[in-house]
């Protein structure tokens, strides 16, 4: 039962471009989405997050955005640099309250192309 | 910029043992997890903990698992006879609740192999 779907396994972006990574959800009582960027034999780095009160969140050269009536949400990274060649986590927090885990997509392994 | 660190990056044991994963959540942080990550799959919610026990768990967290802050700062899980399809990544994350702040930060990870 996959919650959250990631449905790109891999993308392949040039340097400069923007990358877009796709997220899908089928859970309404998600309230709250968050991306991870992860590196090899690393742990979950965080990147940006949104409530599902807004439909839009930026922060430097990633935007998160989020239509809740179609429940898919997108990270855009622009431009794309090598250093974000990485495997992204799109995660998603049920409304239940402040020690929810976090339901996680397969991940999308971006690669920049220089 | 405080981080969550985790001991020991990686951990080999035999079917059967116990082993204890260990886990320096952010010290001002409320909410402790674990998740882990067997090769190839994705990261998957197992326990969380709040004020001295736990919150929530996922039906992965059966009896041979226990967690558990024996300190104001560490933060352990415990497998009490291993399993082969233990061997995964394990990961620690902590968060802060006070204004609905629920971003999780993860530790590095403890991969942990089971022979």
């Known amino acids: 039962d996959q919650q959250v779907k990631q449905n790109s396994p891999s993308l392949s972006v040039q340097e400069g471009r923007i990358s877009i990574l796709n997220c899908d959800y089928t859970n309404s009582m998600f309230d709250y989405f968050l991306w991870y960027k992860k590196y090899p034999a690393e742990g979950p780095t965080f990147l940006i997050s949104i409530s599902s009160i807004k439909d839009k969140n930026e922060d430097g050269r990633f935007t998160v955005f989020l239509n809740k009536s179609a429940k898919h949400l997108s990270l855009h990274i622009v431009p794309s640099q090598p250093g974000d060649s990485a495997v992204y986590f799109c995660a998603a927090r049920d ?3 402040g020690a929810d885990g976090l339901t996680f997509g397969k991940g999308t392994h971006l690669i920049i192309q220089p | 910029e405080p981080e969550v660190t985790q001991t020991p990056s990686h951990q080999v044991t035999q079917m059967g043992q116990e082993v204890i994963l260990r886990c320096v959540p952010i010290s001002n942080h409320l909410y402790f997890y674990w998740y882990r990550q067997i090769l ?14 736990i919150s929530e768990k996922s039906e992965i967290f059966d009896d041979q698992f226990s967690v ?19 061997s995964a990544m394990y990961f620690c994350a902590s968060s802060i609740d006070l204004t609905g702040h629920h971003t999780q930060y993860f530790g590095p990870g403890t991969r942990l192999t089971v022979l």
């Not at chain 2, 190839?40 to 026990?53: A, D, M, P, W």
């Not at chain 2, 300190?71 to 399809?85: A, H, P, Q, V």
């Open chain 2, 40 to 53: 190839g799959q994705k990261v998957e919610f197992l326990v969380s903990f709040y004020n001295n026990e």
């Open chain 1, 95 to 97: 409304s239940g309250g």
């Open chain 2, 68 to 86: 558990e802050r024996p300190d104001g700062s560490n933060f352990t899980l415990k497998i009490r006879s291993t399993k082969l399809e233990d």
